[in-house]
């Protein structure tokens, strides 16, 4: 907003929006609204006015919402159930309580339908800034709510076609100490797991671990290269078929814990020895029976340090943009 | 609400209330909107004649609210970390969205203080109804926003002074049966492991377990039934005395997953053969090294029911508060 020399800065409406747009008055308040059927270049002319004025939609409606009830901001993850993501979810829910908010939680189950559905959802029901993982193609559909005034901050993979806060994981670095611990145990048949390359964790940590093996100068094998398992038994399968093989491997890489999972089920049933390297830390990872070496990072960590950003923008922070890596580190878990 | 044979039922507002009750309009404004400070039997006499007129608060709020915004329901559970919670807060955020209702999720950490205010804060945003892992000595403070008509189902553990509904899992069939099963092996000398006893759940499979081994004749062995034991390290110390003494045990049965946990990692690092029963399922529990046998039963399924239980209450159910019981199951997990 800009200040005059006169006095306080007057705060602009949606009627300056609309002359500064060359539109009516109802498309503003259409786009602000998130009313579905507006044209997307005169969307993108409000928005462009809304930007250069600073008009805030929400000013009012928080303020009279914050005499009856308290805050809330939303966390958008894949599935609650899965360990990971229920860690964020109880960061971010303990960082939300310490500012007197109360965490709204939904999965996406990796469907970038319900995403949006959820997330505008969320938007409707006026959040105070969302925490997001996101699976959809892209997020532009959180533009209009953005450029409003709701912050958004991602976890784990950035958004597309959005510029804003985005805490992610040190994926090719994690990838890469896999593939160097393993070539230095002496290994040359390393089977790569990974679930869809549409995750952008995984196309990070695939594209990590295929350079490092290159740098290696391991010889390419296509058959130990395998994508795309999303289940446990996807992944059994793939395990399978890969022991069976004239050459298998003496190595495995599992991009994520899932993956570790199914890629330990089959060792065990067979009574392999091949050795396991696995991203992502479990709680039991230390009991299990096979050597388990685990790329692990703080979890908790990637959900406080996106909640206290968000905040931080609820709370007025108007600074750029920032992406926050969180580090992580080769630790051999198993006593096995 | 009664009705007249004149014409459709007129809905009691607050000066109905105060007049039946001898009370002034603000006595019962600060009652219905929980203000603390009321007297404890001015407020008694407010609820009963809340109850007689079936008044209630919240019919004018949730008509203006559902213009504006959609649904919430609150979820409270001890730790959404714990894959026992987050899987029933999977389930809850499943039937939320299905009933168009965003869920709230929060963790009370076992913290009575922190639950009530957390249930309380919940409230005030007037949410339409709550699931609650209970943690307080007494829930008694939820007695005027149930009488003012925001249902309340219990998960996991019964409410103190509350009749509301309550899915529970079969506590005592479980303990009976894991002690059944070490004792047909031959076990005699059998280790017990319980978290804090001021925990329904484990009270209750701990008496279920001690009056199994006084019906099979197990000789009483005090040093080998050990409560209290919250964290994990908690229950490696007490595993390494166990195993330590003159007489160690053979078996072990351990009251939640946490204390399965701590005992197998004790007995992985000791090379110990003692056997395992663990009250709660988990993922990797195929995947130990050890004998495990579980204790298991589908925590999705309490999540679900008690959610299904709770939207059919919001849509108006009135019928006798019920108490459903999700069974136990036996299961030989171990592939070890």
């Given at each position: 907003m800009s200040t005059s020399s006169t006095g306080a800065p007057r705060r602009p409406t949606m009627a300056d929006v609309a002359r500064a747009a060359g539109v009516s008055l109802k498309t503003v308040s259409r786009v602000v609204n998130n009313v579905?059927?507006?044209?997307a270049a005169l969307a993108e002319r409000v928005l462009a006015a809304v930007t250069e004025l600073g008009f805030r939609r929400n000013d009012m409606a928080r303020n009279l919402r914050s005499r009856t009830t308290s805050a809330t901001v939303g966390l958008l993850i894949?599935?609650?159930?899965n360990p990971f993501y229920s860690a964020i979810a109880a960061a971010a829910a303990e960082c939300a309580l310490a500012h007197d908010t109360m965490l709204i939680t939904a999965s996406s189950e990796e469907d970038g339908d319900r995403e949006r559905r959820l997330l505008l959802e969320m938007c409707e029901r006026r959040v105070d800034g969302l925490l997001v993982v996101p699976a959809a193609?892209?997020?532009?559909?959180l533009r209009a709510e953005i450029d409003l005034g709701t912050p958004v901050v991602f976890l784990d993979r950035p958004p597309t076609n959005l510029r804003t806060d985005t805490v992610l994981i040190d994926n090719a670095r994690g990838a890469r100490s896999a593939i160097e611990y393993l070539v230095a145990k002496g290994h040359r048949r390393i089977g790569v797991l990974s679930d869809w390359l549409s995750i952008y964790t995984m196309r990070e940590r695939m594209s990590a671990a295929e350079a490092a093996l290159e740098r290696a100068r391991v010889p390419y094998r296509p058959d130990l290269i395998r994508y795309g398992l999303h289940t446990l038994a996807d992944t059994e399968t793939a395990v399978e078929a890969m022991l069976d093989s004239?050459?298998?491997?003496t190595a495995l890489f599992a991009l994520n814990n899932r993956l570790t999972l199914g890629a330990l089920s089959v060792l065990n049933r067979r009574g392999s020895d091949a050795v396991i390297v696995g991203f992502d830390d479990f709680e039991t990872a230390r009991l299990m029976p096979h050597p388990l070496t685990i790329i692990s990072y703080d979890a908790r960590e990637m959900g406080r340090v996106g909640a206290e950003l968000l905040f931080r923008r609820i709370a007025g922070d108007a600074s750029r943009p920032q992406t926050v890596v969180i580090p992580t580190t080769l630790i051999e878990r198993s006593t096995g």
């Open positions: 579905p059927t507006v044209d894949e599935d609650l159930a193609a892209d997020q532009v559909y004239d050459e298998p491997p």
